[in-house]
């Protein structure tokens, strides 16, 4: 039933480490999105990808490459992670084309960095 | 660079009041406006969504409404329950990306 779903919910892992948070949602929609909560809870996003194409980067470092495998997927995986990093990142989804769509969230992947 | 403001960032009041919830962005070229609630250790629920060219939104005791030009967003929640208590998120639309205030911490008391 979950409509927009990530794992893992918790990662906790060391500095230099490469890791990768999956999201997957089932609506249909063509638009998905990566966005980062900071521990002042700002929500910021990150990347945005429509039909399996990049829109939108937001001065993110390359060290996190979003791979969209299909329309339904998109991954988020993170290079030599540093204590920064540290964050809750949230995936999410809408239906694209007509910018009036509402995002849809998914529970979120608390990230920490040691 | 658009920019959006929550005020205020945390309130607690008595159940049975009627929660004002206030936000306010700098660029009026938006598309819509997303109020959300977030429960501690949880993800983003969507409460209401107002378009651009619509004034205001309602679902059952929350209504949400929008002045454009002003840059301006009220979210009302009617007769608040405990169960209401949660940060409530405002985030715009420009551009296809959502720009999100800080958010308002609400309590309530039973």
């Known amino acids: 039933d979950t409509a927009v779903s990530q794992t893992p919910k918790y990662l906790v892992t060391q500095m230099g480490n490469d890791k990768s948070i999956k999201c997957e949602q089932n609506?249909?929609?063509?638009?998905m999105y990566w966005y980062k909560q900071d521990s002042k809870k700002f929500l910021k996003i990150m990347f945005s990808?429509?039909?399996?194409?990049?829109?939108i980067n937001e001065t993110v470092p390359n060290r996190f490459s979003p791979k969209s495998p299909d329309k339904a997927h998109l991954n988020l995986h993170i290079n030599s992670l540093e204590l920064g990093d540290s964050a809750v990142y949230f995936c999410?989804?809408?239906?694209?084309?007509?910018?009036?769509?509402?995002?849809?969230f998914g529970p979120g992947t608390r990230l920490t960095v040691l | 660079k658009q920019e959006v403001t929550q005020i205020p960032a945390a309130l607690s009041v008595p159940e049975g009041e009627n929660l004002v919830l206030n936000c306010s962005f700098t660029?009026?070229?938006?598309?819509?406006l997303q109020w959300f609630r977030q429960d501690p250790g949880k993800g983003l629920t969507s409460l209401l969504l107002i378009q651009s060219s619509q004034r205001e939104q309602t679902s059952g005791r929350l209504n949400a409404s929008l002045d454009k030009s002003s840059g301006r967003s009220t979210l009302y929640i009617a007769a608040s329950q405990p169960g209401d208590s949660a940060t409530y998120l405002c985030?715009?639309?420009?551009?296809?990306?959502?720009?999100f205030g800080k958010g308002n911490q609400v309590v309530v008391i039973p």
């Open positions: 660029d009026s070229a938006i598309y819509n």
């Open positions: 999410a989804s809408s239906r694209g084309g007509n910018r009036a769509n509402e995002q849809f």
């Open positions: 985030a715009v639309d420009g551009n296809n990306r959502l720009a």
């Open positions: 990808y429509n039909n399996k194409e990049l829109i």
């Open positions: 609506l249909g929609h063509d638009t």
